[in-house]
DNA sequence: GCATAATAGTGAAAACATTCACAAATGAAT
DNA sequence: ATTCATTTGTGAATGTTTTCACTATTATGC
């Protein structure tokens, strides 16, 4: 079965509050409950869901601490995944701080950049290390994703290093579009286009 | 007709992506070229475009600065749209200095915080006001999107104070999803999610 | 224990989005 | 001038995602 690429992005989201719930004590939720709180409908919530196997009790809705793990496991998050930033500029910066990553079970073990300014220093206690390192280090530290928060220019090269260092998935911030081996999964989050996207419908109020 | 939503996503990509051709001074290009480089198909681009009108020149495509300046027309670009960020902790300091956004004609106008130690600080040339003064200040400076680099906490109760002073665009960076009247827009970028979402196809190798 | 209300799960229908495939127009080459 | 290659724009076909609507199950109140 082809599951659709909205709902896994809907499936972390769920997982988020369901993590919030849970945090301040919730035992039992129905689609209807979790729906109003992530802004989806029921039925949305119950399929994608369904997708994976059926988690909830009639009558009752579903326990959130199962279905919260059950969705962690959905997702891979069980096993705290292994996450290198490579570039330390504003973004990366603010990333490497950003709590919601370790929350959520990344582990931001390992950070880049080709700047002798920045190599050697430490980032919230992370040595950054030069990023002609990356194969050897990424393989020390069992690396999985890479966040990529280079400059546009660079962002093609990096992408064949990281991906010549056997990366498959990586989180994109440059605005390019990354040319990648067939099995190399890109997301990319583009902070602009998503400006631009919200001031189409400014217009045409 | 109905828009679909991802057309005006595609939108912003081509609108940059043709930003950078008319800069290195491509003047002519092919929905086949354009759809190489932004990562679509050539079909794709030229639907998304046929639901504003018709562009292109049978035989020889588009010329670049016209194609150009009718998505900068549809997205509404053209006016320079004036933008505020609520919130200077590490993401909003990154994003007042992105220039992704000056760059594609969104006027950073103004920031915001509700912190004592940030309000009266210049932060890469501008003055961080109060929270509490937005609805003044926004009518002052012309606002008319709101990003919105808050804590998670606080990112509801900042939505109704900026929806109140009349702002009908958000681009939400709090992982929660934010209740507003029906004739605002939210979008939401949301980092970690977007990890997630990668993290389910590393598993699934 | 029985009636009523709440709720999950899910085929089927509807809505939405992408891709195909081709006509018509243009450009280039000779 | 004619042929051939290129390319757009677009209905139609296909594929995908969401929503509907209903069944079956569980919980609750009396």
Redesign the interface.
Same mark, same amino acid.
């Given at each position: 079965m082809n599951i659709p %690429?909205r709902t *896994? %992005?809907r499936?972390? $989201?769920y997982?988020?509050h369901l993590y919030y719930l849970a945090q301040q004590g919730t035992f039992n939720i129905s689609s209807r409950s979790l729906a109003s $709180?992530?802004?989806e409908k029921p039925e949305t919530i119950r399929k994608d869901l369904s997708y994976f196997g059926s988690f909830g009790k009639t009558g009752s809705g579903y326990v959130v601490n199962d279905l919260k793990r059950e969705i962690a496991k *959905?997702?891979?998050?069980e096993q705290g &995944?292994r996450?290198a930033i490579v570039g330390m500029g504003?973004?990366g910066? !603010?990333?490497v701080?950003?709590k919601? /990553?370790e929350? @959520?079970g /990344?582990k931001i073990a390992a950070v880049f950049d080709n700047s002798l300014n920045k190599i050697g220093k430490k980032y919230r206690g992370r040595l950054c290390h030069n990023i002609a390192d990356f194969s050897r280090i990424a393989r020390q530290e069992g690396i999985?994703?890479v $966040?990529l928060t280079v400059p546009t220019e660079a962002a093609q090269e990096i992408t064949k290093l990281v991906t010549g260092s056997g990366i =498959? !998935? @990586?989180?994109n911030f440059a605005?390019v579009?990354l040319n990648v081996p067939k099995?190399v &999964?890109v997301?990319n989050?583009?902070? !602009?286009? !998503?400006? =631009?996207?919200?001031? /189409? /419908?400014?217009? &045409?109020?």
């Open positions: %690429e *896994i %992005e499936l972390s $989201i997982y988020r $709180i992530v802004g *959905i997702l891979g998050l &995944r996450v504003n973004l910066l !603010a990333l701080g950003y919601g /990553f929350m @959520l /990344f999985e994703m $966040i =498959k !998935a @990586l989180l605005p579009h099995d &999964r997301t989050v583009d902070l !602009a286009t !998503a400006l =631009k996207s919200l001031s /189409f /419908f400014v217009s &045409r109020r």
